[in-house]
């Protein structure tokens, strides 16, 4: 399967600050998601971006396909924006998810 | 829209006994449906693949005995943690996309939290 690689590990941001999550993919994707797991475990949705760039509020999303890598970019955080952030690619034509390891984001106030 | 959940939220069960966990999808019809499991400060991880009306395809090292899927219908697959033992406490989370052979975004359930005893 392919590796999916994230980073920076671990984030710690001021309340305010702007950031940048990377995800390189090992192998070409046909779908990439972002999403954003909170405290309960919950996985919410934040962008499905195989290709192209994206905004939502202060999330903006953007994948290279070509080059295999995804960026998420958080602008203004907040401290709800805290949580760990995953991205996850498929390359086969059921749309089989392969997660990286997150990105564990704090906000502090 | 897309919202999909999963009964119950969680469980504790003794060694030996079987759990059943249902993944719904509420407001489409999912004709394929994926179950995860997450251990703690890990990332999710395939377990299966299911569609609707037909067998599961289970990922590498999932014992499928173990681990007993069905999908009977578009909005409804349920995992059965078959003789349960402390090493099946997991966090399994399922997700459910429209369509089989064809990619389209994958929305998630809050997840089943199982404490095996």
């Known amino acids: 399967g392919i590796q999916v690689e994230q980073s920076p590990p671990d984030l710690i941001l001021q309340e305010g600050a702007n950031s940048t999550l990377r995800c390189n993919f090992s192998?070409?994707?046909?779908?990439l998601q972002w999403f954003h797991q909170n405290p309960w475990g919950q996985l919410i949705n934040l962008f499905y971006?195989?290709?192209g760039t994206k905004q939502n509020g202060r999330l903006s999303a953007t994948t290279v396909a070509t080059e295999r890598y995804s960026l998420l970019y958080i602008s203004s955080s907040q401290t709800t924006d805290s949580g760990v952030y995953f991205c996850?690619?498929?390359?086969?034509?059921?749309?089989?998810?392969?997660f990286g390891a997150g990105t564990q984001v704090v906000v502090t106030p | 829209g897309a919202v999909v959940s999963q009964h119950p939220s969680w469980v504790i069960c003794k060694s030996g006994t079987s759990v059943k966990i249902e993944c719904r999808s509420l407001?489409?019809?999912?004709?394929?449906m994926f179950w995860y499991r997450q251990f703690p400060k890990q990332s999710l991880m395939l377990m299966a693949t299911?569609?609707?009306?037909?067998?599961?395809?289970?990922e590498q090292g999932v014992e499928k005995d173990k681990f007993l899927i069905n999908h009977a219908s578009l909005t409804l697959s349920t995992l059965t943690v078959t003789s349960a033992h402390p090493e099946d406490s997991s966090f399994y989370i399922c997700?459910?996309?429209?369509?089989?052979?064809?990619?389209?975004?994958?929305?998630f359930g809050p997840g089943t939290r199982l404490t095996v005893t």
């Open positions: 299911s569609n609707e009306g037909s067998k599961a395809t289970y």
């Open positions: 407001d489409f019809q999912a004709t394929t």
């Open positions: 971006i195989p290709s």
């Open positions: 996850a690619g498929a390359t086969d034509s059921w749309g089989k998810l392969q």
């Open positions: 997700s459910a996309k429209t369509g089989a052979r064809v990619i389209y975004e994958q929305y």
């Open positions: 192998d070409s994707v046909n779908n």
